[in-house]
């Protein structure tokens, strides 16, 4: 007798061969056997069934364009160094190159104002052209101080703010917005209403791939990496925005003639990269207060021996824990997903880098791609090899907590179709559309809390206390507070 097994979201179907004769067995319910039950909370949160995510028409108020010739818009920032005394400060202007300079100056500060210059990029996808795309790194700022900076040039100058992290250390608090699969729809402008009114006050977004959808758009219409440019500007021009690439960022469509991958994506955004020393815009790291953030790509290369692979082995044991104690990773395709959506697309990823992310006692990796909401308990799933039968994931409290928050709200709608039972490791999920904040207390503690868009915004539709792998447990903390 010989058997063949077939384990997938469902069902499980078992063929047994007896002879020359087939038998199928088919089990209804094979999570139970893949994964395991007793999982955490599954939300009993109600929506309307016609809740979708509809596109804001092109002439909306967060898509205008602003007034005067060549006006610089879609202003966004992001860290320029590794350390955070730097800032790139980027912005398009539609009809001419125009100024290059951007002016800027400390709150109360008695010296006179200082500028940096920027480069110009433009690029061609297809039937459209972009405007001049400008990129300006300031440098040597000082920690923990508010700075003024001005683009433009007479009166279609324009003016926005920024405040630099405080200097590294172990127990220095910051707040950190997680975003995701934002897009630009009705649901999109809710969650960053939410985000930017969170009595909360997230400093920096980390945000974690799909930006503007203009992929799903015919011709991939890169007017809609315009639209939202202006639309996330209200944010992103005042606090960094820690960009992470997503799928749709890939743009790769050779029946267009389009064969660079990222294109779009690579010409309007750029990090510091090359502080970290890696080769590429797609995986890099920085330092933020007492965060140590490494982002890493899903879609380029990731085996052994790769770049990426080379960069990141070299990279997780440069982290100080004694300067920066909380060791975070972005990422797109999330390693843990109980959703039937892109259910295991990131699993080579997990085989490949959940065993350094145990040995180095990772303490919470974000990812999105999966429109809801999921955090899963501390586990791993590293000890099978092939010969074992241990390919199951178990507590582990040097594991990190993993988060999705691809919640963003863009047109391709909730992902509301769930594995059952849940899976053990899952703490909590929930199909609905919104953000999260990790507050970093001190070296040992944080607090994270996810908001759906549909409640108050101080409204914590699911929260924990996290410890710090390395300090809290680690060192042994003796701290009473009930958290994982």
Known sequence: ME??????????????????ISILILFPNPVLLCHGGGGGTTSSFSRRRNDISADMPIDSDVFRVPPGYNAPQQVHITQGDHAGKGVIVSWITPDEPGSHSVVYWAEGSTVDTQSAEAIVLTYNYFNYTS???????????????KYYYEIGIGNTTRQF???????????????????????????????LTHYELNPAKGQTVLFVGDLSYADDYPFHDNTRWDTW?????????????????????????????????????????????????STTPFWYSIKRASAYIIVMASYSAFGKYTPQYRWLINELPKVNRSETPWLIVLMHSPMYNSYIHHYM????????????????????????????????????????NITNSECSPISDPSAPVYITIGDGGNQEGLATGMTEPQPAYSAYREASFGHGIFDIKNRTHGYFSWYRNQDGYAVEADSVWLTNRYWAVERGSSSSIASM
Not at 234 to 250: D, V
Request: contains cysteine; negative net charge.
């Open 3 to 20: 058997m063949m097994w077939v384990c997938a979201d469902f069902p499980l179907i078992v063929f047994l061969f007896v002879g020359s």
């Open 131 to 145: 405007g001049f795309i400008h990129h300006c790194t300031i440098p040597d700022l000082e920690f923990d101080t």
């Open 161 to 191: 703010w920024f405040t630099t992290p405080p200097k590294s250390g172990p127990d220095v608090p910051y707040t950190f917005g997680l975003i995701g699969d934002l897009g630009q729809t009705y649901d999109s402008n809710r969650t």
């Open 229 to 277: 440019g202006r639309f996330t500007e209200r944010s992103a021009a005042y606090q960094p925005w820690i960009w992470t690439a997503g799928n749709h960022e890939i743009d790769f469509a050779p029946d267009l003639g389009e064969r660079i991958p990222f294109k779009p994506y690579t010409h309007r955004y750029h990090v510091p990269f090359e502080a970290s020393d």
């Open 345 to 384: 697309e990131g699993e080579t990823m997990r085989v490949m880098y959940e065993p350094y992310f145990v040995k180095h006692k990772v303490d919470v990796v974000f990812a999105g791609h999966v429109h809801a909401y999921e955090r899963s308990e501390r586990v791993s799933n590293i000890a099978y």
